[in-house]
């Protein structure tokens, strides 16, 4: 711990593996060569790599140390609301690692692989169920790329009704990634201001809400941690322009089981399984956001 007037804290300094090795400690003994030794041609060798000699406990304590000044949700709460970093129990990681799933080939005949093709279908029934949702697609990898599904199928939606809608309004408590979701499909992003409690007034969205408008794209709870009590209210004045109203399901963890979406107005939405549903995630992915 540093110590002296106004400090605490942890001293977070740790040598570089090449400042602790020696020649000749080794980690890992390779078994005796069983096959004639082939020489590399010169033209084709490299130099060799520059590797510490380290001794297996010398490397296991060095990264256990390094990861102890990682925060995480192993070791203590992360309060922001929309983020993938929810708790994953255990047993979890431990099912998503059998063989039988771990070990599937994306190339495996159907016949094959129809175990798991049993599950991802009933997955799609599950979420759809939980949702309120008529159908449910697992083909979005993450939760932004399925926010892009939604924001494409809009586009799609108002393409084949032959209008133009150029903008979607999104509220200032949304999650952060819609904007960029609206924009990639070609939409204007309208940010809407919250009020003073949080959440959104529906009395903004009637102001905004024309016809050049497209939808608006809500996430409920909000950023905040904030139930979106007026949804139905928003959805109900946004459809009347011939909008469509989009759901975030980022914050899902809290209403899940309670509110179904669909009777909210909702009429495209994602979810985050790595978020709600425990999915093995991080380090960057994988996410699923169907």
């Known amino acids: 711990m540093t110590q002296g007037p106004g ?3 942890l001293i977070l300094e740790e040598p570089l593996l090449w400042e602790k090795g020696k020649p000749g400690r080794s980690a890992f003994s390779m078994p005796e060569r069983d096959v004639p030794e082939t020489p590399i041609p010169m033209d084709l060798a490299g130099d060799g790599p520059d590797f510490p000699d380290l001794s297996e406990v010398d490397v296991v304590r060095h ?3 390094l990861s102890t000044w990682n925060f995480g949700v192993d070791t203590g709460m992360y309060p922001l609301g929309s983020c993938t970093m929810k708790y994953n129990p255990k047993i ?3 099912i998503a690692s059998f063989p039988g799933l771990s070990s599937a080939h ?10 798991n093709l049993q599950i991802l279908f009933e997955l799609q029934q599950y979420l759809a ?10 083909q979005p990898a993450a939760g932004a ?3 892009l599904t939604g924001m494409l199928i809009f586009a799609a939606y108002f393409r084949s009704l032959g209008e133009k809608r150029i903008k979607i309004l999104i509220p200032d408590t949304a999650h952060g990634t ?10 204007k992003p309208v940010s809407l201001k919250s009020g003073n409690d949080g959440t959104l007034d529906a009395t903004v969205v009637k102001e905004l809400m024309d016809e050049e408008t497209a939808g608006i794209m809500l996430t409920n709870p909000n950023t905040l941690g904030l139930f979106e009590e007026s949804i139905r209210e928003v959805a109900d004045l946004v459809h009347a322009k011939g909008g469509l109203v989009y759901g975030d399901g980022a914050n899902m963890n809290a209403v899940m089981g309670i509110v ?9 939405m994602h979810l985050n399984l790595h978020k709600t549903f425990s999915t093995p995630h991080g380090g960057g992915g994988p996410g699923a956001g169907p």
Do not use: H, W
């Open 7 to 9: 400090t605490s804290g």
């Open 63 to 65: 990264y256990t140390r």
């Open 92 to 94: 979890n990681e431990k």
């Open 106 to 115: 994306p190339l495996l005949e159907e016949s094959l692989c129809q175990g």
């Open 129 to 138: 169920a939980i949702t309120g949702m008529d159908a449910v697609s697992l």
């Open 145 to 147: 790329q399925g926010e």
């Open 178 to 187: 819609n904007p960029a979701s609206a924009a990639l499909c070609g939409f």
């Open 260 to 268: 179904d979406f669909k009777r909210c107005g909702v009429d495209v």
